[in-house]
């Protein structure tokens, strides 16, 4: 079996990974006169890299975040130099998560409510939890269509098994009763994790109790 035969029997065996850098890692072992089971060791570390990055990659987009490039690294915090960053990085271990506890993030519109949220997000991510990240109206529009279509339970069933489901902009608009009936349910749903960012804490703060209530 020549190189390029070999590489094709591992990207059927769902190599991929190993059949990219096979050529590489043989010229490699060839300078450097490798041992065997350290040319294995290398080819194997490589899969591994490429599996997880292929992993964080494709939860990055289930969880559609509106700016995918909000992280922690590039939030400003001297913004507002009153802001709690010893609570943010204790969120940002999403230790809340494992935990089942909630975030409540409240302030006016322009505050980092929403780069906050979704950096803690990509931070859940990246230690292994699926996410989920939703506008409030772009949530009820996905409920409303589901109604349309008969897949309700299907999508509920959604937002109830996600480990961490972020609701960004609560009470942003003023919601028509039913969608706001809709809102509700979906908030008091026995889902693990919900983080909310809100202009108007008495859309939430009299449902349910917040295990982290943070102020932009």
Do not use: W
Request: with cysteine.
């Amino acid at each position: 079996m020549n190189l390029i035969e070999l590489q094709h029997a591992l990207r059927q065996l769902r190599l991929g990974g190993i059949a990219t850098v096979l050529e590489t890692r043989l010229h490699q072992a060839q300078a450097e006169a490798m041992a065997p089971i350290d040319l294995i060791s290398c080819l194997v570390a490589d899969e591994l890299t490429r599996r997880g990055d292929r992993l964080l990659e494709r939860r990055r987009k289930q969880a559609a975040f509106r700016d995918p490039q909000k992280t922690l690294d590039h939030f400003d915090f001297n913004f507002n130099p009153k802001m709690n960053r010893s609570l943010v990085f204790d969120l940002a271990t999403c230790a809340f998560i494992g935990k089942r506890e909630d975030a409540l993030f409240l302030g006016p519109g322009g505050t980092g409510k929403s780069h906050l949220a979704q950096a803690i997000g990509q931070t859940a991510i990246q230690q292994g939890y699926r996410v989920l990240y939703r506008e409030t109206h772009v949530l009820l529009d996905e409920l409303a269509e589901a109604v349309v279509d008969g897949t309700r339970r299907e999508f509920m069933e959604t937002l109830t098994t996600v480990p961490l489901l972020i609701i960004d902009d609560l009470g942003m608009r003023k919601l028509p009763l039913t969608a706001a009936e809709g809102l509700l349910e979906v908030i008091m749903r026995e889902f693990p994790v919900r983080v909310r960012n809100s202009e108007k804490i008495a859309l939430c703060d009299p449902v349910m109790p917040v295990t982290h209530s943070f102020r932009c």
